[in-house]
């Protein structure tokens, strides 16, 4: 069963950093894809970040680009999201996924709010 935890969220202020992480388990993690989304109350959660499953290549929503970078260490089975500039518009749930050909596999979320 895939299993995916995330950590690493909290309370930042404007301009401040976090660094996300997820852990996965019961998946060959290196054979995948990851990615985070957000999702921030009231609205549709919205793809992130995308990183191919060797990390050569990765992918950002306009509204981060520049500002959050992910990686992932494949002997670890993590992904990373780096957070820096945050912005109060930041604030949301993030979550972690993987696709498999036939199934969809999230973690709980991790909570980051960016306020003063």
């Known amino acids: 069963q895939v299993q995916l935890v995330e950590s690493g969220g909290g309370l930042v202020q404007p301009g401040g950093s976090l660094r996300l992480s997820c852990a996965a388990s019961?998946?060959?993690?290196?054979?995948?894809?990851m990615r985070w989304y957000r999702q921030a109350p009231g609205k549709e959660r919205e793809l992130v970040a995308t990183?191919?499953?060797?990390?050569?290549?990765?992918n950002y929503a306009d509204s981060v680009k520049g500002r959050f970078s992910i990686s992932r260490d494949n002997a670890k089975n993590t992904v990373y999201l780096q957070m820096n500039s945050l912005k109060p518009e930041d604030t949301a749930v993030y979550y972690c996924?993987?696709?498999?050909?036939?199934?969809?596999?999230w973690g709980q979320g991790t909570q980051v709010t960016v306020s003063s």
């Open positions: 990183i191919s499953n060797t990390g050569g290549s990765t």
């Open positions: 019961g998946i060959a993690f290196s054979n995948y894809a």
């Open positions: 996924n993987v696709n498999r050909v036939l199934s969809s596999s």
